[in-house]
């Protein structure tokens, strides 16, 4: 959960490597480093805390000379985020320096080995056995010592090498994290994301677990695990810088929420022609998704959420049972799944740790798996059987927004369409679903529209202690979403409830003053979240509910409405979740908190 940047070429390498770790800083953000390579020494530098101090201190890198360099930012997870402790680290001779993303799970035994072996250590990290073991194989080859070294490690990692004996060339290795190079015109690069590439090349390779490269200004060479040379192919990125700039918008996230119905639309309208819905991606025949008795949705942190709200619209559409599961449970669950398991993995990265480990977990057991991911060449879209790509482009606040909007537009597009193959919906069901799912980013953009002015008000009544959020059904699986958003980024305790348990012990919580948030949009339910509304507000509590707009008993109940539009039953978390983005971007925003990179989280979770 770190981002690692790394440049060989003719310019200085100090402010490009300052630069790509801005775009990563996402990624973590407790401490960083660079160090770059000149006549023949490393000149490593790190602070801790942000990268704006390490800007300040290499006077935005025109205080470190040289030509070829890496650089790091960190989110800790072995050793306290200290300068010490802040990547790159140095082998005792000084001859090699490294960075690192992920985790060595077996160091403690190479670190009491090393140290036996004379090796000194300056920090707390695993990482740092890395480059001793670099040094104690390295005997004028560096490739046979990055392949002996990778050879002994246990874990997840993608490393950024320099070695003062190899002055143009960087050397990088994979295995469980991501890594990608970037190919220009006389100079290369490699980073953990494309976020950091992008203002310099849009050719990008994508490395698998096990590979490693060699990186100088004229070329990027490609080994397998043994050393043997491989071929590689070139990818393009479609978008460009701009995309991962705020715009004018003071966050990222507020940003991010904007562009909801314009990534909603680039999810959905390349895969509807002519009233039809095409998965290119997907290519499971009817006679293969009749043979499926179970879906398994699995995944992690909001994307489990856009798991629970999809639930709702494919068991109604498509009759096939669906359990969701959170992807560090299932992977330890000895789950039941079969060749007749459909598993639907989602990810926004395409890397989380626990996500890969569930598919690896249920593919192993004959189950067909289909992704759902943003991210293209990334490693769940490589291991499933099928991926639908979520296009929703660079995000990069930590907090997801339009990445779970996209991923339930891309769950939508699955239940509509399994279901016409399926034959529980005859060409009006289906026309009337399309048209509804066309609608979807003109709805949503209504969302914002109707509620954008006074969600600072509301934000500030309704965030001045815990909160609870209430509802049932497709409501529920809303409120949940809406509650780890509002932990999230504004640090305040925020608890989702299934509106019908309230009775079952948690309303004892309620007290005079107490904000709930009481979710409302399934009118098949409503009637019944409305007693829990006069039961919550009969103990004192205040009640900002989310309706349809027309909905005229929550306005005589509720203290404060928010609204959205009309839409289809099953369709309805893409749009009440949008106001809940927006009441905890203000309510955040109202506490004084990093709302791009709260504190403690990272944006891709690359580690168990």
Not at 234 to 260: C, N, P, T
């Amino acid at each position: 959960m770190c981002g690692i940047v790394g440049f060989t070429g003719a310019r200085s390498a100090a402010p490009i490597l300052l630069k790509g770790l801005s775009r990563l800083e996402y990624r973590g953000y407790d401490s960083a480093g660079i160090a770059v390579l000149d006549s023949g020494v490393i000149d490593v530098e790190k602070v801790s805390g942000r990268i704006a101090r390490l800007c300040e201190k290499t006077k935005d890198g025109a205080a470190v000379p040289g030509v070829i360099g890496i650089g790091h930012t960190r989110w800790a997870t072995h050793g306290a985020p200290t300068d010490l402790n802040a990547h790159p680290h140095l082998s005792n001779d000084g001859r090699f320096a490294i960075v690192h993303n992920g985790i060595i799970e077996n160091y403690l035994s190479l670190r009491e080995e090393l140290i036996a072996d004379g090796y000194v250590f300056q920090s707390e990290t695993d990482t740092e056995t890395v480059v001793h073991l670099l040094e104690m194989y390295y005997d004028g080859d560096v490739l046979t010592a990055v392949r002996k070294t990778a050879a002994r490690l246990e874990g997840s990692y993608a490393l950024g090498i320099l070695c003062t004996d190899a002055p143009d060339t960087l050397w990088v290795v994979r295995e469980k994290s991501p890594l990608i190079l970037g190919l220009g015109v006389g100079e290369n690069f490699f980073a953990s994301d494309v976020t950091a590439l992008v203002s310099h090349t849009k050719n990008v390779i994508y490395l698998e677990d096990g590979e490693i490269a060699a990186i100088t200004p004229q070329r990027a060479i490609v080994y397998d695990c043994t050393g043997r040379e491989i071929r590689k192919d070139v990818s393009r990125v479609s978008w460009d810088v701009e995309a991962a700039e705020k715009g004018g918008y003071e966050h990222f996230m507020l940003k991010e929420i904007m562009e909801q119905p314009a990534a909603v639309r680039a999810a959905l309208a390349p895969r509807i022609h002519d009233g039809q819905i095409r998965l290119d991606d997907f290519e499971l025949t009817t006679e293969e998704l009749r043979g499926i008795n179970k879906i398994i949705i699995t995944a992690c942190g909001s994307a489990y959420y856009a798991g629970c709200s999809g639930r709702y619209g494919i068991e109604r559409l498509c009759r096939i049972p669906v359990e969701v599961e959170l992807a560090s449970e299932l992977r330890y669950a000895d789950p039941m799944v079969d060749e007749h398991t459909l598993v639907l993995v989602i990810s926004q990265s395409g890397e989380t740790a626990d996500t890969i480990a569930a598919l690896k977990e249920c593919r192993s057991r004959g189950a067909k798996i289909l992704g759902i991911v943003n991210v293209v060449g990334s490693t769940i879209a490589k291991l499933a059987d099928h991926t639908l790509y979520t296009w929703a482009g660079p995000e990069i606040a930590v907090a997801t927004t339009k990445g779970f909007t996209t991923q339930l537009a891309v769950l939508y597009l699955f239940a509509v369409y399994a279901s016409e193959k399926l034959g529980y919906i005859d060409d009006g069901r289906r026309a009337a679903l399309i048209h509804e799912l066309m609608e979807l980013p003109k709805r949503i953009q209504q969302a914002i529209d109707m509620n954008f002015y006074q969600l600072p008000g509301l934000a500030k009544r309704y965030s001045s202690q815990s909160l609870f959020f209430i509802g049932r059904n497709t409501d529920y699986a809303v409120a949940l979403e809406g509650a780890l958003k509002m932990k999230e980024i504004s640090y305040l305790h925020a608890e989702s409830y299934a509106a019908g348990e309230l009775k079952h012990g948690t309303i004892a919580l309620i007290d005079e003053g107490q904000p709930v948030i009481a979710v409302c949009c399934n009118e098949a339910v409503c009637d019944k979240t409305l007693s829990n509304i006069v039961e919550v507000k009969a103990r004192g509590a205040k009640v900002l509910a989310l309706a349809f707009r027309d909905n005229r008993k929550i306005v005589s109940q509720a203290d404060d409405v928010l609204f959205i539009p009309r839409i289809e039953t099953v369709f309805t978390a893409a749009l009440a979740v949008v106001p809940l983005q927006l009441l905890a971007y203000y309510a955040a925003k109202e506490k004084g908190c990093d709302i791009d990179k709260p504190k403690n989280l990272a944006k891709s979770v690359t580690v168990e």
